[in-house]
């Protein structure tokens, strides 16, 4: 099977891009899928997702991030780090990235560089799965990491202004189509969903009825081993594997796997 690269992505930040993205590459690796994250966020999450803090600021000290190997070139395997988990790597991220749109802005064909970079592991087919992380943007990096993309997964938030700002990322897309015209819309992941309240039955019915948009039928509800693990630098399925979060993702990896 060829590589199939998903991008995590949606303009408004916290809604659960980071914890989806580290869930998910775990949860396809505990089903035998070899993968590679790639942390495209300056605030390292996805990499303090499986790595404590000092190990993320020595990534980013050293030559072993993503920045520097957008910024000066390079070979993408050199940049791989192996976590603790056997079939899950990562490409870590650096703080540097705050410079990132500066850094492309004299670069030739500025918005295929992250397609060219990738493409010696995704052409190897090491990888079933590169899963990216990308911050909550619109400009120049974001759409790097979307034209180096197959799919595009929307997390969003079920709450009043979780949908607030998504037809700025639907015009986007539109726009990435331009460059990359095979990046098909994978679907939107509800992520954050109060059990107690009811408002997130009305975010799913908007996006339900919304023509053109595929909606995971598994939703993600919001549950503190989500914060727990984060705070012990691992994702939620390594972390507690019987938590109700570790349970979703498990299920919504499967939906993901039947679709692609
Ligand atoms: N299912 C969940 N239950 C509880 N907290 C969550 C859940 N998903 C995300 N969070 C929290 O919400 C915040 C934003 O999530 P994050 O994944 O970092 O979003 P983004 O990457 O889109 O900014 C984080 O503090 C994270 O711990
Ligand atoms: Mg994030």
């Not at 869930?23 to 790595?51: H, P």
């Not at 995704?122 to 992380?133: A, K, R, S, T």
């Not at 197959?150 to 998504?166: K, N, Q, R, T």
């Not at 630098?233 to 972390?239: D, E």
């Amino acid at each position: 099977m060829k590589t199939k690269v998903i991008c995590f992505a949606n303009n408004k930040g916290g809604s659960g891009k980071t914890t989806t993205c580290a869930s998910l590459a775990y949860a396809f690796g505990e089903r035998g899928k070899k993968v590679l994250m790639i942390d495209g966020d300056m605030q390292l999450n996805l990499t303090l997702s499986y790595f404590n803090e000092d190990e993320a600021l020595e990534f980013a000290k050293s030559d072993r991030n993503l920045y520097n190997l957008v910024k000066n070139g390079g070979n993408v395997k050199d940049c791989i780090v192996k976590t603790r988990y056997e079939n899950v790597d990562l490409i870590p991220s650096s703080t540097l990235m705050s410079s990132i749109e500066f850094e492309l802005f004299t670069k030739w064909q500025r918005e295929s560089i992250m397609r060219k970079t990738l493409s010696p592991i995704v052409e190897e087919g090491i990888y079933d799965y590169v899963l990216i992380d990308a911050p909550p943007t619109l400009g120049c990096w974001v759409m790097n990491l979307l034209v180096a993309s197959d799919y595009i997964a929307l997390p969003v938030e079920a709450s009043p202004w979780g949908l607030f700002g998504l037809a700025n990322m639907f015009e986007f897309i539109e726009s990435v189509r331009e460059i990359n015209p095979d990046l098909s819309l994978l679907g939107v992941i509800v992520t954050k969903v109060d059990g107690r309240k009811n408002y997130f039955k009305q975010t799913l019915e908007t996006l339900r009825s919304t023509e053109g948009i595929r909606v995971f039928d598994q939703v993600i509800h919001t549950d503190s081993s989500v914060e727990w693990a984060q705070d012990d630098s691992k994702p939620v399925g390594g972390y507690k594997k019987s938590s109700r979060s570790a349970g979703e993702y498990a299920a919504l990896a499967d939906e993901i796997l039947n679709k692609i």
